[in-house]
């Protein structure tokens, strides 16, 4: 073989592996590119973090610590819960209770008289907040229950309906204006233990929340171990 062929082929040998490196070179940076610009895939849904007490911002949510006389007639009290003017329609009981010794019967048996339990507490605004309780309803007559919270701005003042949609659509109103995303009350649950467990957001203005849950004529709603818990804390 010539010098002149030898040279030939040597230089073409050179020349094929710059051109192997600048193409591998542009490969990389075109798949770095896209790599940069690329929609990442919805992470998989995370499992619910597990509820303790210590999270709690309810006081006594477990319905356990109760006060009055005698026990376990209507008339008592869950410590902590405003019950004012239950005229008789929240009972301490013992025999169908989701967690515990105690849970909370709501019963009215007179028309035009709404058995419930309330509690106000501090929120932040702009968090959101995990509303987290049990029921069961082992028997539904007329209006039947729902959930009746409130964001407030001052501890007495209400946020008003038509300011709450300027935040919400209806259906997210319906976490604590009924019994979920879309549902205005509660439904019978066949004598079986039901979750409520949705996260809504604190509007901008709100500084507490009136957890509240009523019962109405002739239904028999049973709550127990009530959590709201800050999730952005």
């Not at 082929?9 to 020349?15: C, E, K, V």
């Not at 082992?138 to 007495?156: D, H």
């Not at 204006?177 to 203005?205: C, E, L, M």
Request: proline share 4%.
């Amino acid at each position: 073989m010539g010098s002149g062929a030898f040279y030939f082929m040597h230089y073409t040998s050179l020349l094929l592996i710059v051109c192997l490196f600048l193409c591998s070179s542009c490969v990389k940076e075109i798949a770095e590119e896209a790599e940069e610009h690329r929609t990442p895939l919805p992470s998989s849904p995370q499992e619910e973090e597990e509820l303790v007490p210590l999270m709690n911002l309810l006081k006594n949510g477990n319905c356990e610590d109760w006060i009055g006389m005698p026990v376990f007639k209507p008339g008592n009290y869950m410590n902590y819960w405003s019950l004012k003017d239950n005229k008789g329609t929240v009972y301490q009981e013992r025999d169908t209770v989701y967690e515990g010794k105690y849970s909370a019967k709501l019963y009215s048996h007179q028309t035009g008289i709404t058995s419930f339990i309330s509690q106000t507490i501090n929120v932040n605004p702009g968090h959101h907040i995990r509303i987290n309780f049990h029921y069961q309803m082992s028997y539904e007559s007329g209006t039947g229950a729902r959930m009746y919270c409130y964001f407030r701005e001052s501890r007495s003042t209400n946020i008003p309906n038509h300011l709450l949609k300027t935040f919400y659509d209806e259906e997210t109103l319906q976490i604590i204006r009924g019994g979920g995303y879309g549902i205005p009350k509660f439904t019978d649950t066949n004598n079986t233990w039901a979750s409520f467990d949705y996260t809504i957001r604190v509007p901008a203005i709100a500084y507490y929340f009136v957890f509240e849950i009523h019962s109405y004529a002739g239904t028999t709603f049973y709550v127990d171990d009530c959590y709201i818990v800050d999730v952005d804390m």
